[in-house]
Structure formats: C-alpha cells, structure tokens
C-alpha cells in the first residue's frame, strides 16, 4: 500500500533501517573513542539521551504523553528484552574480541525472523531465508571472529545481546500496528534501560574525563538517530522483508574506521561489501517488483 508521496510501507522501512544503520555505527565509533569507562556507564548515557529526544518530540507534537489501550504489554517485552540484550551486547564488546561481540550481536535479524512466526504469525518464504543468510556470511568475512581467546559466558551472552535486538524488533512491529507511536516506544525503552543502570553506576561509578563524556554524549545522540529509525523500520515492514539492510551498519562502520581510525580493510572484509551490497540491492529488486 502506498501513502500520498508514492512510497510504500516497505520502502520506507528499508530507508529507516539503513538510516538506523548509520546511526548505531556511529555510536559504536563514538563508544569506542570513550577509552575504559564501566558497560553500565556506557548503556546509561546511550539511553538517557534518547529519554531527552522522545520527550521533546513528543511535547511538539502535542500528542498525549500515556502508552495507548492495549500496547502495555508489548512495550513491556519490547523493553525488556532490548534491556537485556543492550546491556549483554556491550558486555560482551568489554570482554571479547570485537569482531566477536559484533558477529554475534548481528544474528539480531536471524533470531528477528524465527521469533516473527510464533508472535507475528509472519511466515518468511525461501527466498527471505535466503537473503538474509548470504548477508550474514558476508558479515563474517568482514568480522572474521576467531574464536582463539572467547571465554564461554561472555559468547553466550553476545549470543543473547543478538536474540535480545531480535525479539524487542518483533515486538516493535507489533506496537506498529496496534498504532503506538515511535517516540512512545523509544521513551519507554529509554527511560527503563536508563533506571535499569542507575543501582549498577551508583555502586561502581567512575568519574569521566571531559572527552570521554563528549564521546559518550554523541554516542547517546548516534544511538537515538539509530534508535528511532529502527522502531521506524519495523513498524513499516516485517523483519522478514527487512532486516537484511541492517547488515549495512558494518560497511558504515568501515568507513568511519578507514577515515578516523586508520583502519584498512582487508580483501576478505572487500568481499563481505560486496556480498552485503548485493544481496541488499537483489533484496531491494525483489520486493519492488513483487510489491
């Protein structure tokens, strides 16, 4: 269905999640400009930022501020498991390799897709399947995890962190179409991750150096960007038809670590891009001409 400027839903899904994309790469860029500063420390400031942002929205929209008849429930697993699942993703960045915790971290869309049949009744096709496989073994080709030095509790939490994004998404999706608002989503999700870490800051809390709050201030701002456009995407289309392009976030983080960080990709990690941008712009064909 196509609203008055001749986008479809799913088209403007696929835009939000890339937009998405952009933004959570630029966090964790930021994130790790931070230097060694506590995970409760740094999911605090990823959250509190956005509490900031939805409020504002919020206030100029002059819309109710109140989770509407009917969401509660949904809010509450939405929160719940992107709580648990921000804070396993970045204790699992603290503790292992990071191309380890990134790898694990994007099984997100696969754990997205398995959990949309039982709670969104949404059945993916063969050729869903299939994307979205051909994307995640580009993404380890760029990532390459070795495995050598990962300690069991930290991988399996990394693991969760992955199912933890992948099931609040399925959840997104279905405040979506009860009709729940995106800055509703994104200050619920915000404010219960922010007061979920306040106990853990107050007992090991360490004092932040000026350009380590900057860093964790633009870190908190990247992630709201990315924050919204993915409570955006998948209130516009089913993970199904989109999660693939959030494989996108590792080629934007490449070039911020080419451009930034000196970083130099290899020729494994060139055949991931190229992977990854196919199998997005086939995906992109597909659903045009089928839609």
């Known amino acids: 269905m196509k609203d008055f400027s001749g986008i479809s839903n799913k088209s403007k899904g696929i835009i939000c999640i890339i937009f998405a994309a952009f933004g959570f790469s630029l966090m964790t860029f930021f994130v790790r400009l931070s230097g060694d500063v506590p995970t409760m420390e740094k999911a605090f400031f990823r959250n509190a930022v956005a509490i900031v942002a939805s409020?504002?929205?919020?206030?100029?929209?002059?819309?109710?501020?109140?989770?509407?008849?009917?969401?509660?429930?949904?809010?509450?697993?939405?929160?719940?498991?992107?709580?648990?699942?921000?804070?396993?993703?970045?204790y699992a960045i603290d503790?292992?390799?990071?191309?380890?915790?990134?790898?694990?971290?994007?099984?997100?869309?696969?754990?997205?897709?398995?959990?949309?049949?039982?709670?969104?009744?949404e059945k993916p096709k063969k050729t869903d399947i299939l994307a979205v496989v051909i994307a995640f073994l580009g993404a380890m080709l760029i990532v390459r995890p070795s495995g050598s030095n990962v300690q069991l509790a930290p991988a399996l939490l990394g693991?969760?962190?992955?199912?933890?994004?992948?099931?609040?998404?399925?959840?997104?999706?279905?405040?979506?179409?009860?009709?729940?608002?995106?800055?509703?989503?994104?200050?619920?999700?915000?404010?219960?991750?922010?007061?979920?870490?306040?106990?853990?800051?107050?007992?090991?809390?360490?004092?932040?150096?000026?350009?380590?709050?900057?860093c964790l201030?633009?870190?908190?701002?990247?992630?709201?960007?990315?924050?919204?456009?993915?409570?955006?995407?998948?209130?516009?289309?089913?993970?199904?038809?989109?999660?693939?392009?959030d494989y996108t976030q590792v080629i934007f983080a490449a070039i911020l670590g080419m451009l930034f960080l000196g970083e130099l990709p290899t020729l494994l990690s060139l055949a991931g891009y190229v992977i990854i941008i196919g199998v997005a712009v086939l995906r992109w064909r597909y659903n045009t001409k089928a839609g």
Do not use: W
């Not at 100029?60 to 396993?88: N, V």
């Not at 997100?108 to 009744?121: H, N």
């Not at 999706?173 to 106990?199: A, D, H, W, Y």
């Open 217 to 245: 201030v633009l870190a908190g701002l990247s992630a709201t960007v990315g924050q919204f456009g993915i409570t955006s995407a998948y209130k516009f289309a089913p993970a199904k038809e989109i999660s693939v392009f």
């Open 95 to 121: 503790k292992l390799n990071i191309a380890d915790a990134n790898m694990l971290n994007k099984l997100s869309p696969f754990f997205a897709i398995l959990i949309s049949i039982p709670i969104l009744k």
């Open 55 to 90: 409020l504002i929205l919020l206030i100029r929209s002059k819309e109710k501020i109140g989770i509407r008849k009917g969401c509660a429930g949904d809010i509450f697993f939405r929160c719940l498991f992107g709580t648990s699942g921000l804070i396993a993703n970045f």
């Open 159 to 214: 693991l969760y962190g992955g199912f933890g994004a992948g099931t609040a998404y399925v959840f997104v999706r279905r405040l979506g179409k009860k009709g729940e608002r995106t800055s509703m989503i994104v200050l619920c999700f915000s404010t219960f991750s922010t007061l979920v870490t306040i106990p853990f800051i107050a007992m090991n809390y360490v004092p932040l150096k000026p350009q380590q709050l900057l």
